[in-house]
């Protein structure tokens, strides 16, 4: 005996509490289906409670399990497939589905916290002038360039020991010690980049006995921070007559 259906709208991830009536008499437990809009219908356990409580799992990329299991048998929504072939709630909800792309969550902090950020540089405007501000930049991490083939390269993964920390997104600057040194460099967005983009420099202009260092914007910046939600800037106005 199935009761009346039910529609409800359950989003990603959203966690599905059920209670059921009374048991009637000599009955001790209830399966509990979903059926989508097509009317095909999954089976989504069983309970001998009354009660019902289990996720979709969707935030980490599977769907609802095969239809009419008892096991836990939850699919990737990327190919369908089951991996491993019976994992449970527990595996799906801590691991992503492979090649699922994950939602992201972006909030704002009950407590702010307030971070020091170190800036170089400056900027030189001329009449009307449009900033973009963005976030996620790492300055001057220490790379280790890695020869070959006449020249030294940094962010390959052609070149062993030659990434940065993150993914790059874009080349800021290449500082030799000190000093900037971007110009002599060769910038490539195609090949074997770490993120969307490598950098190469003939082996007669790289200097082995100086440290180099490099400013970029991460590629994957939602793992490392958050967007601006407020910027303050100041400028100074003036003219000159001679």
């Known amino acids: 005996m199935a009761s009346a259906a039910t529609s409800i709208a359950v989003a990603a991830g959203q966690q599905l509490d059920v209670t059921l009536p009374a048991f009637p ?4 437990s209830a399966n509990v289906y979903i059926s989508a ?3 095909s219908e999954t089976k989504q356990g069983n309970t001998t409670t009354g009660s019902f409580t289990k996720s979709n799992a969707l935030a980490a990329g599977t769907a609802l399990p095969a239809a009419n299991t008892t096991a836990d048998q939850w699919k990737s929504v990327v190919d369908g497939t089951t991996v491993p072939t019976t994992n449970t709630i527990a595996f799906v909800s801590a691991n992503l589905a492979p090649n699922y792309t994950p939602y992201k969550l972006s909030y704002v902090l009950a407590t702010p916290v307030v971070e020091t950020v170190n800036v170089e540089g400056d900027i030189v405007a001329n009449g009307p002038t449009q900033i973009e501000v963005t976030a996620g930049a790492i300055v001057r991490e ?3 360039p890695v020869l070959s083939n006449g020249a030294y390269g940094i962010n390959d993964l052609t070149r062993s020991g030659s990434n940065f920390k993150n993914r790059a997104e874009k080349l800021i600057e290449i500082y030799k010690g000190n000093s900037p040194d971007l110009q002599k460099w060769t ?3 195609t090949g ?3 993120g969307k983009v490598r950098a190469f420099i003939s082996q007669a202009d790289f200097d082995t006995f100086i440290d180099y260092y490099v400013t970029y914007l991460a590629f994957d910046r939602q793992s490392l921070t958050i967007n601006p939600l407020d ?4 400028f100074f106005s003036f003219s000159m007559r001679m």
């Open 142 to 144: 220490k790379v280790t």
């Open 192 to 194: 074997s980049p770490n």
């Open 25 to 28: 008499s000599g009955v001790t």
């Open 37 to 39: 809009t097509s009317g």
């Open 187 to 189: 910038i490539a967005t």
């Open 231 to 234: 910027v303050d800037t100041s």
